[in-house]
């Protein structure tokens, strides 16, 4: 089994900044990505962003020049630096893994971490 814990969420004013870390632990097999998708209130799941174990990093448009992801390979960590925010990132995050485990690609996902931005 595994786990992945967000944190770093919280309530912010317009301009503001966060960073939300997401680890995963247990049962964790050849990691190919992690990644941080959103769901607004009413909405579909949106991509964020995504960090490769090959090293490539993708960005949704929305976020781009705004947010940054990063990660500890070590620690099995993945951080979301957000900046700039603006109303319409208010969404609950989520930080996915995917990983290999014994030959099949599998994601495993957070709970979630709540982002609110309102003046």
């Known amino acids: 089994q595994v786990q992945l814990v967000e944190s770093g969420g919280g309530l912010v004013q317009p301009g503001g900044s966060l960073k939300l870390s997401c680890v995963a632990s247990?049962?964790?097999?050849?990691?190919?990505?992690m990644a941080w998708y959103r769901q607004a209130p009413g909405k579909q799941p949106e991509f964020i962003a995504t960090?490769?174990?090959?090293?490539?990093?993708r960005y949704a448009d929305s976020v781009k020049g705004r947010f940054t992801i990063s990660r500890e390979y070590a620690n099995h960590t993945v951080y979301l630096q957000m900046d700039n925010l603006e109303s319409t990132d208010t969404a609950v995050y989520y930080c996915?893994?995917?990983?290999?485990?014994?030959?099949?690609?599998?994601?495993?996902w957070g709970q979630g971490t709540q982002v609110t931005v309102t003046s």
């Open positions: 960090v490769a174990t090959a090293g490539s990093i």
């Open positions: 996915s893994l995917q990983h290999v485990v014994a030959g099949q690609m599998t994601s495993d």
């Open positions: 247990g049962s964790i097999g050849i990691i190919t990505a």
